[in-house]
């Protein structure tokens, strides 16, 4: 398997038809695999924003006060704002800002980006990830992951991940396959598209690269069960839930 980066991108701009861009820069294979950094689809689909667009609510001045105290630097009410309305749960508010997106990914700030965005204050992610992806591997031709870097629980560091993803399944299905000894697999249900994410991101980098579109060659899915299921569903999720009962103090 081989990851390479899309060289020659320019700054992308709302409106940009993006697939062509990547088309024009490499010759695809079907059985290629595009991760698209999320960060150049919002840009495309015009997802920057102003401050100014988000007039802060009592709720977000509280959330921004009480950030603003715990980080010794004032922290804008506006930004709280553009959270809330980016979230459909904020599960923390201190010591930062754990948000499920509409689109149900749970990540820090709801993902809005301030980073890589010459043009605005702020960068939204995507509406709806999947359709972005459906939309760029219909015209690419091969299946397309929409990534962000994120962090995690439990570790430092952040690593990519997938929002959305078209013309392949999100995890491969080991259940019912054998371990080296002929035990039968119980559990493994492997996050294929986060670990095609998590490679992209390491040709793509955080900073000034400019190298938003890796292509992985050579991986192939293969005959296996798949699934789309990776965002877990609220009632099944036990850390969500004990970070709802949880207060930083
Ligand atoms: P995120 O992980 O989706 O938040 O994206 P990052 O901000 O980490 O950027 C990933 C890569 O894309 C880095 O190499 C950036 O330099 C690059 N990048 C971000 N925006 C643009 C753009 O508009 N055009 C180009 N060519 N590269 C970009
Ligand atoms: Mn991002
Ligand atoms: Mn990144
Ligand atoms: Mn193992």
Same mark, same amino acid.
């Given at each position: 398997?081989?990851?390479?980066? *899309?060289? &020659? ?5 709302? &409106?940009?038809?993006?697939?062509? /861009? *990547?088309?024009? %820069?490499?010759?695809? %294979?079907?059985?290629?695999? +595009?991760?698209?950094?999320?960060? $150049?689809?919002s ?6 924003a ?6 802060? =609510?009592e709720r ?12 010794g630097?004032?922290?804008?009410p %506006? ?7 980016? @979230?459909?749960?904020?599960? /923390?508010?201190?010591?930062? $800002?754990?948000? $499920?997106?509409?689109?149900?990914h ?8 301030? =980073? ?8 939204? #992610?995507?509406?709806d990830p999947?359709? @972005? ?5 219909? @015209?690419?031709g ?7 870097? =994120? ?8 690593r ?28 493994t249900?492997?996050? $294929? ?10 040709? !793509?980098?955080e ?21 789309? #299921?990776?965002?877990? =569903? !609220?009632?099944?999720?036990? +850390?969500?839930s ?6 930083? !103090?």
């Amino acid at each position: 398997m081989e990851v390479f980066a *899309v060289p &020659g991108l320019p700054e992308i701009r709302e &409106g940009d038809d993006l697939a062509a /861009l *990547v088309a024009e %820069r490499v010759d695809l %294979r079907p059985d290629d695999v +595009v991760c698209v950094a999320s960060t $150049v689809v919002s840009k495309a689909e015009g997802r920057g924003a102003a401050l100014d667009d988000f007039p802060a =609510s009592e709720r977000a001045h509280e959330v921004a006060r009480r950030l603003s105290e715990l980080a010794g630097e004032e922290k804008d009410p %506006r930004f709280a704002q553009a959270i809330l309305e980016e @979230s459909e749960e904020v599960i /923390l508010d201190a010591p930062f $800002v754990l948000a $499920v997106t509409r689109f149900g990914h749970i990540t820090v700030n709801a993902g809005i980006d301030q =980073s890589n965005v010459p043009d605005h204050d702020l960068l939204l #992610l995507p509406e709806d990830p999947t359709a @972005s992806a459906e939309a760029l591997s219909g @015209s690419l031709g091969c299946p397309v992951v929409v990534t962000d870097t =994120s962090g995690r629980p439990f570790r430092h560091g952040q690593r990519g991940v997938a929002l959305g993803w078209a013309g392949m399944p999100a995890a491969r299905d080991w259940r019912g396959e054998s371990d080296r000894d002929g035990r039968e697999l119980g559990v493994t249900v492997q996050a $294929v598209v986060d670990e095609l994410a998590g490679a992209a991101n390491l040709v !793509t980098g955080e900073g000034d690269g400019g190298t938003p579109v890796a292509v992985v060659r050579g991986f192939a899915f293969g005959d296996h069960e798949g699934s789309d #299921l990776l965002f877990r =569903s !609220t009632d099944r999720d036990v +850390v969500r839930s004990a970070l709802r009962e949880w207060t930083w !103090t």
